[in-house]
């Protein structure tokens, strides 16, 4: 049997915008729901005096996790014929952010959820802005709640137009915007008959047409080194491969040292017998011909498809702190399983992301703010420019043991690397 595709989306959007609504709808209209849950919720609501929402079956699912059955509230997913989708849950700006940047949980489409009477909000303008610089591309803007303007096509086209302006400006084309009703399932499955001037798909056919991208297997190796047991005589070297595929007798380079040796032997944690082919994703061991005390932080590439080694970046940061993020101040940065302290050298460019209007004061950056600054750490290390390769191109910055923000790097500019000493 072959396996089926997967799809990660995210739906982010101003809170009472819709969120919630939608992905009930989508569970409930796709048969994604476990047996009599909707009966449950619908009784709950009845028992509690509340007429019944596709939001509560949200709520009722995070209920169940807490007392530790069935579902995990973060990996909703639905079915399609297609594929199955699994819907990252974001209940706050933070913690998508963080799951972001951290990789815990990477997103290949986005659902931004603007309220048709309300219309945009910063916070829509925020989402659009940090879908963007999380390199996000295929966003689908669902304005949702048209059943409160009579489903009228001057409304939407209004928001589509005046969101266009804005996100147009900052490089961010959505694939296409949606006219949707979630509380009354109208373009959420099928197209909607209230909207007869919409020519468009319904959200789940815009999902179902998203082609996924050429597989993470196919790029440039790229296998961090997360640590090295000692076995009788054998050292093997153990991780997480990120990217690409690894094959036994191929030849390698370790990063940042340079040196290189082939691959002896090869085994995957998960096929539990000898592989000796291993690709993204998977978590393996292998050993090498040679033997020079490989530790964890280093990254293992192929030879023709080196990684760039440097102790001075750009970078757009996010900051989450309580604290405002200085210059010149030491912090950690964790990237793949590099951790490495750093300082920002200068701070070139701060946006208030929602007004995404530029600061005059470079002097710190606040809670929620975007910045693009230049970074060096205290030793060279290993990593690739964010559009070329997500797993090596993002790090999460360290302030007194707590994530407090993270970045994607930019660019290192052959004027920066010299700094290299
Ligand atoms: P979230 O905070 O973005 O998750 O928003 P919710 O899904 O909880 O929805 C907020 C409120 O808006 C709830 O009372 C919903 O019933 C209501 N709502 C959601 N979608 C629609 C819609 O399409 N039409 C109308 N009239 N109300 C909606």
């Not at 909207?195 to 196919?218: Q, R, T, V």
């Not at 094959?247 to 002896?264: A, L, M, N, W």
């Not at 191109?393 to 923000?405: A, E, L, P, T």
């Amino acid at each position: 049997t072959k396996e089926r595709e997967n799809l990660n989306i995210v739906v982010v959007g101003h809170v009472d915008h819709g969120k919630s609504t939608l992905i009930g709808r989508l569970l409930y209209d796709t048969n994604s729901l476990p047996q009599g849950a909707i009966e449950k919720v619908k009784k709950i609501s009845a028992d509690n005096g509340k007429e019944f929402e596709y939001a509560f079956l949200l709520d009722a699912f995070e209920e169940e996790q807490k007392q530790g059955i069935t579902i995990d509230i973060t990996m909703l997913q639905f079915f399609t014929k297609k594929r199955d989708y699994i819907i990252i849950d974001a209940p706050g700006h933070k913690e998508f952010l963080k799951n972001m940047i951290s990789g815990a949980a990477s997103a290949e489409a986005a659902i931004l959820v603007v309220d048709a009477k309300e219309g945009i909000q910063e916070q829509s303008k925020r989402h659009g802005y940090i879908l963007s610089l999380l390199g996000i591309k295929k966003i689908y803007v669902a304005i949702n709640k048209m059943d409160l303007v009579d489903y009228t096509e001057e409304r939407f086209y209004e928001i589509q137009t005046q969101f266009n302006e804005f996100l147009n400006n900052l490089n961010i084309y959505p694939e296409k915007y949606i006219p949707i009703s979630a509380f009354n399932g109208e373009n959420i499955v099928s197209s909607s008959k209230k909207m007869p001037w919409y020519n468009g798909n319904s959200i789940l056919e815009n999902m179902d047409n998203i082609e996924k991208e050429k597989g993470i297997e196919e790029k440039p190796l790229r296998f961090p080194i997360q640590d090295v047991y000692k076995f009788d005589n054998r050292r093997i070297v153990a991780g997480r491969i990120e990217a690409g595929t690894l094959k036994e007798g191929d030849e390698i380079v370790v990063y940042p040292s340079g040196k290189s040796t082939r691959v002896k032997y090869i085994e995957s944690w998960q096929e539990s017998d000898k592989t000796d082919k291993v690709s993204a994703g998977m978590s393996v061991g292998i050993t090498l011909e040679d033997e020079f005390y490989n530790k964890r932080g280093e990254i293992i590439c192929h030879k023709e498809d080196s990684i760039t080694v440097a102790n001075v970046f750009n970078a757009n940061v996010f900051w989450l702190g309580k604290n405002n993020l200085l210059k010149d101040k030491r912090y950690k940065l964790k990237l793949a399983t590099q951790e490495v302290e750093f300082d920002i050298i200068s701070i070139n460019k701060i946006i208030d992301a929602a007004t995404l209007e530029n600061s005059e004061d470079l002097s710190s950056i606040k809670k929620n703010d975007v910045a693009e600054v230049t970074i060096k750490t205290k030793q060279p290390i290993c990593f690739d420019k964010f559009s070329d390769l997500q797993a090596t191109g993002r790090f999460v910055i360290i302030d007194n043991y707590d994530i407090s923000g993270g970045g994607i790097i930019s660019e290192v500019e052959d004027s920066l690397k010299r700094e290299i000493k």
